[in-house]
């Protein structure tokens, strides 16, 4: 590891020792795990993982967080959050993201309250600056502290210390939460992410390990990184079978690629696109 970035780790321990003790918002991705386990090392049983579930979190992504928690030896404990319930979250926004972190930290602040934890700690690092990040928002609002972020430390050093402490996710793709398929202004329901959430699952089964499925109406629409298209088209029939199972009419492959963030332009829509019909009912 280069001495720059050993300094930086050096500095995100002496972040995390500073709160004493703190609750880590931990969704499983590499970010938080790279807190959580930080936090575990320098705090010990003073540290505690917190992983909020609600109908926008993939249950297979919970399982995984619980996991690596287990794996690893670091407490946890699942927090219930509520933001489907909140209209101003379910009528989608674009800063939805604001809402949904709102009642997470809502959750974690009155565990933090009631338990006597002096801090709460997420995984918000220095490439998320300038990024359109309204959740950033509500986590400064309640006061929660962002060591990678405090130590600059960005996304590709992120993965690398992740690495370099040996954490199985070093590599893993982000997720964004369910809600995140859907266009700015169509209503957020729990029956909805479920049914994005099968269809996800349908590509897991099959092996493919970066995606998104972009909930328009009946058509899913199915963004692969490129080099994975070819595979893909190869397995329309199971992918067929599996997203229609899910509630979609009609299944189409986006000859742009994946893309984070595809669905974040103004009107709710991505830019135009390409699209590969799978299948298409008659």
């Known amino acids: 590891m280069n001495p720059e970035l050993n300094e930086k780790l050096t500095t995100l321990r002496r972040l995390v020792r500073e709160c ?5 918002a931990y969704s499983g991705g590499v970010d938080s795990a790279l807190v959580m386990v930080v936090a575990h090392q320098e705090l010990g049983e003073r540290a ?6 609600s109908p926008s979190y993939p249950t297979r992504e919970m399982r995984a967080a619980i996991d ?40 974690l602040q009155a565990v933090a309250q009631a338990e ?14 300038g990024d359109f990040r309204p959740g950033m ?39 964004a939460c369910l809600s995140s398929r859907v266009p700015h202004g169509v209503a957020i329901t729990p ?27 009946e058509i899913a629409r199915i963004e692969l990184p490129v080099e994975d298209l070819p595979r893909a088209a190869s397995l329309h029939g ?8 899910a509630g979609y009419r009609y299944v189409t492959l986006d000859l742009a690629g994946f893309r984070s963030g595809s669905l974040n332009g103004s009107n709710g829509h991505s830019t135009p696109i390409a699209l590969m019909p799978v299948i298409g009912n008659q």
């Not at 800063?95 to 009642?103: Q, S, V």
């Not at 199971?238 to 199972?245: K, L, P, S």
Request: hydrophobic content about 40%.
């Open 68 to 107: 690596l928690a287990e794996q690893l030896g670091v407490p946890y404990r699942l927090i219930d959050t509520e933001e489907h319930l909140d209209p101003s979250y379910t009528a989608n926004p674009v800063d939805r993201c604001y809402f949904c972190k709102t009642e997470l930290h809502d959750q």
């Open 116 to 129: 006597g934890w002096q801090a709460v700690l997420d995984g918000n690092n220095a490439s998320d600056v």
């Open 191 to 217: 029956a909805l992410l479920r049914q994005i959430e099968a269809a996800e699952d349908c590509l897991v089964t099959l092996g493919f390990d970066q995606f998104r499925v972009r909930h328009h109406d």
């Open 20 to 24: 004493n003790s703190a609750l880590v």
């Open 238 to 245: 199971e992918i067929t079978a599996g997203v229609q199972a």
């Open 48 to 53: 505690l993982a917190c992983i909020g579930v």
């Open 137 to 175: 928002t509500a986590a400064r609002e309640h006061n929660v502290r962002s060591p990678l972020l405090q130590a600059g430390i960005t996304k590709d050093e992120v993965r690398a210390l992740a690495r370099h402490l040996d954490l199985p996710v070093w590599d893993k793709p982000a997720m």
